[in-house]
């Protein structure tokens, strides 16, 4: 039998867990899966059932908010009633975060529609939501946030709603067939670079803002990679928490860039949008339309541009930008290319202040 100190000695893992508990009709206790196992802190009350020769998985609570006792008398009472329909979204969307969204990089940008979500249906009981409500709700976001925002929006629906069929809320999701003719957006793949008269006006910007900048087009760092790593000697180092393909990664520090890292005091700690805005309005104010600005992440584009055109090899370039190589050189091919990267930095580092002298 399951006991409230078998819970407590319970271990998160590297895989999802279902813990039966044999006493009950279908009660489980799931533990989600951890990067840091570890004792538990929090886990779902889940009730399977077996309809019309389907299971389906309906979570009624969380463990320590709700203990074992009360997990199984909520079990008795929904046994045999399809609880399917009794989940709201405000529910769902606390479900979905913790076992999807709690492990992205990226949940602090997708929180805005969780809350967004919430705030137009999250008292709503999942089964009632139609299509054609969450159609209206993204259109109307596209129209106050504009295209892109919408079609993350739609993902982050397709997302919650995805999840509610697996754990089986749903039969089928409200947003399946919603494409981004509803959204209005249309990918478009930038490929702007800073021209040298762009790399000369940065090269004259004052602030920490300004040098964060620079630190970008002299290191070819996402924003998120400087604002996030860490110096150690005359390396940035990023680890693979913060990184985009989950590969740990360092920068060799040139001399300029260690003098933009002296400017900040240091370090970047400041947020990617703050930045971004920053940027916006200096760009705005100097005359730049929204089609033609630059953005942080153009400096990325450009430093490997730069490095390119000034002789870089193809495959030193895609190590200093931690890229994978394609194919099954990313299998095979695990050198570190230490001296090739650190050359390849000074090389960036003369090319552009050749420019913005």
């Known amino acids: 039998m399951l006991t409230d100190s078998k819970i407590k000695d319970i271990r998160t893992t590297n895989r999802d867990q279902w813990i039966n508990d044999p006493g009950s009709r279908g009660l489980y206790l799931r533990v989600s899966r951890s990067s840091s196992p570890g004792p538990i802190t929090t886990a779902a009350w889940v009730i399977r059932q077996k309809r019309d020769g389907k299971t389906t998985r309906n979570v009624i609570g969380h463990w320590p908010a709700m203990d074992l006792a009360q997990a199984r008398q909520q079990s008795a009472l929904v046994a045999g009633v399809d609880v399917r329909a009794q989940m709201s979204v405000n529910a769902l969307s606390g479900e979905y975060d913790r076992a999807v969204l709690a492990d992205m990089k990226s949940r602090n940008q997708v929180m805005v529609y969780v809350r967004h979500t919430k705030d137009q249906f999250g008292t709503r009981l999942v089964s009632t939501l139609r299509r054609h409500e969450l159609v209206r709700m993204i259109q109307q976001y596209s129209k106050e946030r504009g295209a892109r925002s919408s079609d993350r929006l739609l993902s982050y629906l397709r997302g919650l709603f995805g999840y509610a069929v ?36 940065l090269w004259t910007w004052q602030g920490r803002q300004a040098a964060l900048l620079r630190f970008l087009a002299l290191t070819g760092l996402r924003i998120g990679e400087a604002q996030q790593g860490h110096r150690q000697g005359h390396r940035w180092i990023v680890p693979a928490e913060i990184s985009k393909n989950g590969d740990a990664h360092w920068i060799h520090l040139t001399d ?34 929204d089609d033609d600005r630059w953005t942080p992440h153009d400096l990325r584009r450009t430093s490997a541009t730069r490095m390119a055109e000034a002789g870089v090899a193809y495959h030193v370039v895609e190590r200093v930008l931690n890229h994978r190589l394609p194919g099954v050189a990313q299998v095979y091919n695990r050198a570190e290319l230490e001296q090739e990267r650190i050359a390849a930095a000074e090389v960036l580092e003369k090319a552009l202040l050749e420019v913005a002298a």
């Open 256 to 289: 300029s860039a260690c003098d933009q890292l002296d400017q900040a005091g240091g370090s970047f700690v400041t947020s990617p949008t703050a930045s971004q805005s920053w940027l916006k309005r200096k760009l705005l104010r100097g005359g730049y339309q």
């Open 166 to 201: 697996e754990i089986g809320v749903l039969q089928q999701s409200p947003i399946d067939g919603v494409g981004k003719r509803v959204t209005g957006y249309k990918a478009i793949a930038r490929d702007r670079v800073l021209t040298d008269t762009e790399l000369q006006a």
